[in-house]
């Protein structure tokens, strides 16, 4: 039976959606189907609605519910991010308003400075959205998540696993200020929209040190043009790396992409992992 989510919504996660937006139109599945996170351009009583949906065992929805509830107002207000319409934590299930723009991801503004030092200021408020916390375990714990990463399946060389653990064995976990992080802060979950930029999915939100947010852009934009990290940081403010514990966060972010772009059968993704893990070696 035809229904106006095509088959990719459950009963109750439809049922749900019609008690909050009435008679939803579906206008586009924007999801990228490498996990079970449903994203889709609903229409409903004549507004635009961003829909999210997930399995019970996914992670993201939850997130993104935590940093809408506690964290983006000060985005919002500015326009830099969607407000939250509706959530249902139990269903994995949420509803944002819509933004207009166009990914910066392949728009051909993916190394544009303007864009990058825009991002930067973006980034900076919704790190000063709530006061640092002194985090006395972030380190063990982001360490333990990269050991237990090797000790899945992936295709790191043995000789580049062997001397990746033994530099994590070495690395002294210490105290650490941690902010709200957007866990995945780059041009793919960046919008553009008349030369203003915006942010979308707050699903690997999560309380962190501020470093961690620059780690993607350092990997890829910016080591294709070195130039945007001072854009960036222009906007930012200051920088906020210490370079003893970011050479780990860089190290944790190549296991973690190199082990995990290989289950989800990421060839082209799974390749810059190995590349990062190699650059982030060579730092110690």
């Not at 039976?1 to 139109?25: N, Y």
């Not at 403010?237 to 970011?246: A, E, F, I, S, V």
């Not at 059968?265 to 070696?281: I, K, N, P, S, V």
């Amino acid at each position: 039976m035809t229904t106006w989510h095509d088959g990719i919504l459950d009963a109750r996660k439809a049922a749900r959606l019609e008690e909050w937006l009435g008679d939803p139109v579906l206008i586009e599945d924007l999801s990228w189907g490498l996990v079970d996170t449903a994203v889709l351009h609903v229409r409903a009583s004549r507004a635009d609605v961003i829909v999210k949906a997930a399995g019970a065992g996914n992670t993201h929805i939850g997130r993104e519910i935590r940093a809408h509830r506690g964290y983006t107002a000060p985005l919002v207000a500015q326009a830099r991010t969607s407000r939250m319409l509706h959530a249902d934590a139990d269903l994995n299930l949420i509803a944002l308003e819509y933004q207009s723009g166009i990914l910066v991801q392949g728009s051909g503004n993916d190394l544009a400075p303007d864009v990058h030092r825009q991002a930067g200021e973006t980034l900076r408020i919704l790190h000063d959205s709530t006061r640092a916390i002194v985090d006395d375990d972030y380190m063990a714990r982001a360490i333990s998540k990269a050991v237990a990463w090797l000790d899945g399946e992936h295709r790191i060389e043995p000789a580049v696993e062997h001397e990746t653990r033994r530099v994590l064995r070495t690395a002294a976990p210490k105290p650490v200020a941690s902010v709200p992080t957007h866990g995945d802060w780059h041009t793919r979950n960046w919008l553009i929209d008349e030369g203003f930029v915006k942010a979308i999915d707050f699903g690997r939100f999560a309380l962190r040190p501020a470093a961690t947010d620059l780690c993607r852009l350092a990997v890829k934009e910016w080591r294709a043009a070195p130039a945007l990290e001072n854009a960036f940081l222009d906007g930012y403010g200051d920088d906020p790396r210490d370079p003893t514990l970011w050479r780990v966060d860089l190290l944790c972010e190549a296991i973690g992409t190199a082990a995990w772009a290989y289950h989800v059968q990421d060839d082209a993704f799974e390749a810059q992992g190995h590349r990062q893990l190699a650059d982030a070696l060579s730092l110690f």
